[in-house]
Structure formats: C-alpha cells, structure tokens
C-alpha cells in the first residue's frame, strides 16, 4: 500500500474540534475590562514578575519613546484594534499598574501577526512582536480564558506539531472544512488526495498523510520527550487538557513515561 | 528626461522624487539600520565571539562550515561575511510545505540533483515547532531551544550541514542560538534535555536559509535554463522571518538592487534573466500571521490581497510573484481565490524562486514542481515562458493513473554522498 495512515491519530483528532471547524472571531475588537476587573492580582504580580525575569526580556525591551514606528508598519494594525506601541507601552508601566498588562493579555495580544516588522523599524530596539509571543505564553500557561478561546479552534494543529513537528498535514485537506474558502481547485484535490500525494516526487513526502512527511518513532519520542522535560505539555494542559493529555498518551505509546 | 518615481507614504498620500533620489534614500535608510540607530548588530557579532569562547572552553561544540561543504561566501546586513555551504546539505524540511505545497520541496530538490549535489533527506527531523510558539504561545525557549539542538545533532551525526526551508525556522533557530548562547540558564536546561535524549549540544556556525543557497548557485542555475525567460516581469516578496526577524544575519548584495532589498530570491530572477518590478509595499508583511490563516482567515486574507496581491498586480503588471517562504507561498496563493469570487479582478501566480528556477531548466510542471497544487492561475505563466502544459498534464495524469495501477514510482535522487555519517545514534 502506498499510503500509510495512522487510525489512532485520526479518531483522535475526529475528538478535538467536534463540529469540524469554527471561527475564534475577531480578536482585539473586545477589549476586555471585565474579565481584568475579575481577575486576581496575586495572578497579575506574578505574570508581571514572570514576564520581568524572563531571559528575553532585557533583550525584548529597552524603553518607549512612543514614536509609533512600529504600528505603522504593522499589519493587523490596518485592520484592527491593536497597536505594538500600545503593547510596549503597557509592558512599561506594568510593575505599577499590573491590571494593565493583564487586561491586554485578556485577548488583545492574540491579533498580533509575529511578522516582527515592529523589531526591525524600532529605533529603542524593542521587539515588541516579541514580548507579544511571550505574553501569550503567559497567558497560555495561566489558563487564561482567552487563550482557551483563542485556541480551541487550533487544536488540532496544536495536537500535529507537538506529536509529529509536522502540521496542516495531507489528511486535514478534507473537501469541505476546513479548507472550503480555497476554492473548488482545492475541493477537487481533496478528493484525489491519496493518489496525488502518492504522486509527489520526494520519497520521505510520497504516500504520508497523516504527517507531513515520514516522521520515525524515536523522533516523536525525542520531541514529546522535550516538550514534557521543558514544561511545554503542563504548561498545554492549563488550556487545553484535553490535546496535553493525548500528547501524552500518544508519548506512553511510544514510551515516554507520563 | 530625468526619470522619477512616488514614494508612496501610506494612506494615499505619495511624493514624486528623482528615481536616483529615491534609491539613494533607501539606501541610507538601509546602511542606518545596519549601524547606526539599530544596534543589534553589535550584540549579535558579540554572540558569534562568545560562541567561539564556548567553543573554545568545551561548553558546546560547533558544526563548522568547513571546505568539506564547498562554502561560499556572502555578505550579510551586518556587513559580516557569512559562508553558505553548497554541498553535501541536511534538507531541513518544513512543516508549512510539505502537506499542502510540495513542489517548494520538490523542485528544490530536483535542482540538486540536476547539479549533483550531494543531501541527505532525514526522516529523523522534526520541524522547528515554532509554530506553536508564535502562532500560539505554546512552547517556550527552552523547548524550542532543545528542538532545534536535536535537529542540529542529528544533521551533526549524518555530516551533513543544516540548510533551512522555511523562513520561520531560520528566524527561530537565530533566535534560539543567540539565547543559548548568552543565556547559562536556557543553556544548561537544554543540555539536561539533550542529556535525557542522548543528545549533545551543537551549534551551527552558520544558520543558513535555502534561498542563500540558491543565490549563490544562481550563475549555475542561469547557465542550465532552457527556457529564455527574459520577457517575464516578476514581484518579489522577501519573508519576514528571514530579514526582519534578527535581521543582522540575512544576505545583501550590493549589485542587487544596490543592497537596498535582501539579494536572495531577487537574484535568481535577475540571473535567469527576469525583469524584476519592485512596488510600494514591497516591505510589507504577507498577512500570513500563523493562527490567523487558520482561525481568523479574514485578516490574514484582507491583508494578503489589499495590501499584497492588488498593488503589486495594479503597479507592476508582472507575470508571477516569487517568494522564499512557505507561509507566504500559502497565504499569498490562496487568498486570492475568496476575493476573486468577490469580483476583485487582480490576481497572480505565487511561485518559490526554487520552482520558477526548476521549471526555467526544464522541470516537469507537474511532477517537479507539482503546480496543481497551487490555486491562482498559473497557465498564462507556463504558457509565456513557453511551456506546453496541457501535454504535460496529460503525462501527470497517465502517471498518476500507472502508479494507482501498481507501477513503481519516480523520486528524485541525489548523487551518492563523499561524506560519512559520524557516529551512530544512540537513543531508542
Ligand atoms: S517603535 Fe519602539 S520606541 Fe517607537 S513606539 Fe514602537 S516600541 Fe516604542
Ligand atoms: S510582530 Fe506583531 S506587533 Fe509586530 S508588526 Fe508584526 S503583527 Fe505588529
């Protein structure tokens, strides 16, 4: 057979995402007072403190002039509400005003693009792209429940890179969900997706569909090893707990103890 | 006549300036970014020192681009020389392509193997899950640290040097090296990592993105096309994980667009002969953004086309946009299809520079560069530089239809390796 498919992986993932794909709406349109009025400071300190001693952090930020270079050349900026300057500036004043930072991470984080075009214009050398990938870390590891929203509809995705470090792999190109705004060329590949992708020319891509190339065992053993060891799979789990524990689960089958 | 151009200054506000003046502009603002007002540059020459003194006292060996790798050697922004490894190369490959854009893998490939090259392509890698990372804030620098470690010491084992597919790798291995490298604490929690998978922490001298690779074979390449492809004008559009995402280390060429753009990707097209066009939003991101092309597509899309697609259709009128990234390739391709069902008329063809290269020499459309693939319609192209792909279907097709029926299929091979894997892997 030239097609190799895992059934395990694919009832699992069938488990995530049920209805098969829906939208996480439009961050940053909702800038979340309530939620940080809600919100318990002790949780705040300690996200603030977190953020302050984290070995990026010197790097990631200097001091803001406010000169608005970079949300002039960021993209969601043009589409909208979200602004690095604002980013950089609430990260300034976040050891006095923790509430602030909280409020932003409740969402308004989630529209940056990581294009880091902010990094390369600031004449302070901050990297406000940055210090946005390490909030939404931040608010990953706290279970924040816009991190919940904002990444359940990626769920699966979460799941292919953290088993396999492969994603948007062949078998997510159903004919419908969730690939249907890329037109009927797309549809029509979906269809004939086995004998296409049997079709392909590289060896190690030829036939695999449940990974975007053959990935060996010992290498997702590796991989969900690391991912366990550097606290990324508890951190995972304070969000989604239900992809942590498949990873693990798909770990065990390959004996990574839980 | 002097010639002039606009300098487009954003919301429809634009200056007409001598085209001579503009370049010089750009220009300046080019050389100030490199040492003047953004003063990474001196940080990231003190990392490449400080990962020598490592080297030196035995805290972490280094994979070195010695003359076993054949290395040319190319300037970076920050004025360094950097040496690109040409043969004998660990295909680093992409987790962004290989699902759903194969011929970005293939036709590099096949490049290769049409020049010789010696590669190893592994099946013991994994992308560099940064991914995750930026699109979701689900991993962390050590994770991603010790990730890229164990991919560099799988390519350290096959002796084979790491040659990187994908822009957001080469961004993130940067940044994961410099933070191993200046920070102890990232450092010793990788090694105890590694220590756990039977691994041992080797750096890269270089971190090398396959465009470089083939900048500096672009000569070569130029000199084995068999189409004349000199009456197509193409766009360019750069990654922003390869130039802005510690941008020190990515390659400029002063007689490449007097070094006011990175050189790779634009220097391929002008080897081959190409009309390169350059537009006002040449800087500008491809709105890929990560999560958004997935679970807020319409950002990503609206993006890609108003700020991308449409002015470099309306003001270059080129044939094809040729790019250097998997997620660009993605979101500049397939946003296209949403707005022409909206009645927008401005579309383009987005290629890699590697799969315009490949079908230049002669490369099979389809079973190389597998352009069904690819959404915007490519036919106009094929059909101007002079390709006949309607019998080139035919014979994808009667492939496609002789491998259902049991025949053996066709890979692309590199020529038998010089070099010998060093050490056998341990963990199991
Ligand atoms: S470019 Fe830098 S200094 Fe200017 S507003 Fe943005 S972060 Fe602040
Ligand atoms: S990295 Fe984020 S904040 Fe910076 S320019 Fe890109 S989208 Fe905007």
Same mark, same amino acid.
């Given at each position: ?258 | ?30 050389? $100030?970014?490199? @040492?003047? *007002? +953004?003063? =990474?540059?001196?940080?990231? /020459? ?103 470690? $164990?991919?560099? @010491?799988? *390519? +350290?084992? =096959?002796?084979?040097?790491? /040659? ?34 039977g691994r041992d922490l080797v750096l890269p001298e270089e ?128 946003s296209q299809v949403v707005t022409k069902a909206h009645g ?85």
């Open positions: 057979m030239y097609v190799t498919k895992s059934e395990k992986v694919t009832s699992r993932l069938g488990s995530l995402n049920e209805d098969g794909w829906h939208y996480s709406g439009l961050p940053g349109l909702q800038w979340e007072a309530e939620n940080a009025r809600m919100g318990d400071r002790k949780v705040m300190k300690r996200i603030v403190e977190e953020v302050q001693a984290d070995p990026r952090f010197e790097d990631f930020y200097h001091a803001c002039i406010n000169c608005g270079n970079c949300t002039a050349v960021c993209p969601p900026f043009r589409l909208v509400d979200f602004a690095p300057r604002i980013v950089v500036q609430k990260v300034m004043h976040a050891k006095d005003e923790p509430e602030l930072l909280y409020q932003m991470m409740d969402q308004y984080i989630w529209s940056c693009f990581q294009c880091y075009s902010c990094w390369e214009v600031c004449p302070a050398q901050n990297n406000p792209g940055g210090l946005v990938a390490m909030l939404k870390e931040s608010a990953v590891k706290h279970g924040l429940t816009s991190a919940k929203r904002s990444l359940e509809p990626y769920s699966k995705i979460l799941y292919k890179v953290m088993t396999t470090g492969t994603q948007i792999t062949p078998d997510m190109h159903s004919s419908n969900a969730p690939f249907r705004d890329w037109g009927g060329g797309k549809a029509d590949l979906a269809k004939h997706l086995r004998e296409e992708r049997a079709a392909v020319a590289v060896e190690t891509l030829a036939g695999t569909i449940d990974k975007s190339w053959k990935v060996d065992d010992r290498t997702m053993k590796e991989l969900i090893t690391i991912e366990k060891e550097a606290g990324v799979t508890d951190m995972v789990k304070q969000t989604l707990k239900d992809v942590a524990e498949m990873v693990e689960e798909a770990g065990e089958e390959l004996g990574v103890p839980k | 006549m002097t010639e002039s151009q606009a300098l487009n200054l954003g919301k429809g506000d634009e200056v007409e300036m001598r085209t001579v003046d503009l370049k010089f502009l750009q220009k300046l603002s080019m050389d $100030r970014k490199a @040492h003047l *007002a +953004y003063g =990474k540059v001196e940080d990231y /020459l003190r990392m490449l020192e400080k990962m020598k003194e490592l080297e030196r006292s035995g805290e972490i060996m280094v994979h070195h681009v010695g003359d076993e790798y054949e290395p040319a050697t190319v300037k970076t922004l920050s004025g360094r020389e950097k040496k690109v490894p040409t043969v004998e190369l660990w295909q680093h490959k992409s987790c962004g392509q290989c699902g759903h854009i194969p011929g970005y893998i293939s036709a590099l490939y096949w490049i290769m193997a049409e020049l010789k090259i010696p590669y190893v392509d592994d099946t013991n890698q994994t992308s560099c899950t940064a991914w995750n990372y930026y699109g979701s804030g689900t991993s962390n620098p050590v994770a991603l640290s010790a990730v890229f470690a $164990r991919n560099m @010491h799988a *390519a +350290y084992e =096959k002796n084979a040097y790491p /040659l990187i597919h994908c822009g957001t790798s080469y961004g993130d291995y940067k940044e994961v090296r410099y933070l191993m490298v200046m920070s102890r604490e990232v450092r010793d929690q990788v090694k105890a990592i590694l220590k756990k998978i971190l090398v993105h396959y465009s470089e690779w083939l900048h500096v074979k672009r000569n070569e390449i130029a000199g084995r096309r068999k189409f004349d492809v000199s009456n197509i004008k193409a766009a360019v559009h750069a990654a922003c994980h390869t130039y802005k995402l510690m941008a020190e280390d990515f390659t400029y060429d002063p007689t490449i667009m007097e070094g006011r753009r990175p050189a790779p990707t634009t220097s391929v097209a002008m080897a081959l002969g190409v009309d390169v066009k350059e537009y006002s939003t040449w800087s500008d991101c491809c709105g890929f953004g990560f999560r958004h092309i997935l679970t807020e597509r319409e950002i990503s899309r609206s993006f890609a086309y108003f700020r991308k697609i449409q002015p470099i259709v309306r003001e270059t009128k080129a044939d094809v946009l040729l790019v250097h990234d998997t997620g660009c390739v993605t979101t500049l391709d397939k927008f008329p401005e579309t383009i063809p987005v290629v890699s520079d590697a799969q315009f290269a490949a079908l230049a020499m002669g490369a099979h459309p389809f079973k190389v560069c597998q352009l069904h693939w690819h959404l915007a319609d490519w036919k106009g192209l094929l059909e101007k530089i002079g390709i006949d792909w309607k019998t080139a279907e035919t014979e994808y097709k009667d492939y496609v239809q002789a491998l259902k029926e049991g025949a053996k299929p066709v890979y692309i091979t590199p020529p038998p390796r010089r070099l010998k894997p060093r050490a056998k892997e341990t963990f199991s």
